[in-house]
T-cell receptor, first 114, second 113 residues
């Protein structure tokens, strides 16, 4: 079955540091890949997506590239801010069958200190 | 106003009690979902509904039931709550054509003592 593995947190950085959160996946076919973000006290919201190999998703200074050869979708940001403190979830949607189901990783807590 | 609302936001209940969590949406989406979030386990799908007459079990439906009263309303019930149902519960919605983009409510924190 489908699965998503992301680096365990928590991750603590200083403001303006470089961020990488690793995500690898197992799926058949050609899944679509996503990063969701959960700010404190809120529900999840879609941060970025990539629907085919070599696509780069980007939003709010965050980027992730769909690497089929390494089955990875690592999240990066060049200079984090305190407001980026949140839990980040990697997720995938399989390419075949019902298109409703998202498989989520366990989440990575990021704390950015001033 | 929020597009996806959940009530209550917090609830403490005792083992064996029946409890209902409610979700309403104003996005006009066909699809609605219930997830639970546990520390270190991520999100797990409990039930999902493609429309009012189409309700399906997710990964962890045992001990839960749902009702889709209208396109905009989707309720989750715990018939006889037990302590391991203590978790953060999220409702989400999506459009049929972009089902991967799910819009989440703020969550209900449920504690079963």
């Amino acid at each position: 079955g489908n699965s998503v593995t992301q680096m365990e947190g928590p991750v603590t950085l200083s403001e303006e540091a470089f961020l990488t959160i690793n995500c690898t996946y197992t799926a058949t076919g050609y899944p679509s890949l996503f990063w969701y973000v959960q700010y404190p006290g809120e529900g999840l919201q879609l941060l970025l997506k990539a629907t085919k190999a070599d696509d780069k998703g980007s939003n709010k200074g965050f980027e992730a590239t769909y690497r089929k050869e390494t089955t990875s979708f690592h999240l990066e940001k060049g200079s984090v801010q305190v407001s980026d403190s949140a839990v980040y979830f990697c997720a995938l949607k399989s390419s075949g069958g019902s298109n409703y189901k998202l498989t989520f990783g366990k989440g990575t807590l990021l704390t950015v200190n001033p | 106003d929020a597009d996806v609302t959940q009530t209550p936001r917090n609830r403490i209940t005792k083992t064996g009690k029946r409890i209902m969590l409610e979700c309403s949406q104003t996005k006009g989406h066909d699809r609605m979902y219930w997830y639970r979030q546990d520390p270190g386990l991520g999100l797990r799908l409990i039930y999902y509904s493609f429309d009012v007459k189409d309700i399906n079990k997710g990964e962890i439906s045992d001990g839960y039931s749902v009702s889709r009263q209208a396109q905009a309303k989707f309720s989750l019930s715990l018939e006889s709550a037990i302590p391991n149902q203590t978790a953060l519960y999220f409702c989400a919605t999506s459009d049929r054509d972009t089902a991967y983009e799910q819009y989440f409510g703020p969550g209900t924190r449920l504690t079963v003592t």
